[in-house]
């Protein structure tokens, strides 16, 4: 099962769906492609990885994770005046923020709301 808890028992968490396994492969991907062999097999074995691993092309699935993230958190709006951004990133936040429902109503449209029972924004006031 692919959301199954994995055990953190180093000989025991890399179960073949476990995210952990994931994310190990990914950091060992990760310290080979910025030239930290050394670092890499000594992970390996802390862990102690005894299966064959396959390598994903440079830079690798873990550093072009970080930098979209950076992108999106640098543009966010309390931080995009003092942190260097793309506009694609900016677009997306703005995006979001006009595109996002109500907390009050959730997804019901304002005229939507069934009269026979209490308004939600009555709540609040």
Sequence with gaps: EANAPCDLTPSLFFCAPCPLSRLALYVYEYLLHVGAQKSAQTFLSEIRWEKNITLGEPPGFLHSWWCVFWDLYCAAPERRDTCEHS?????????????????????????????????PARFLS
């Design 87 to 119: 506009s694609e990133a900016k677009a997306f936040h703005d995006y979001s923020a006009a595109a996002a429902p109500s907390p009050v109503l959730g997804n019901i449209p304002p005229n939507d709301w069934d009269a026979r029972r209490p308004h």
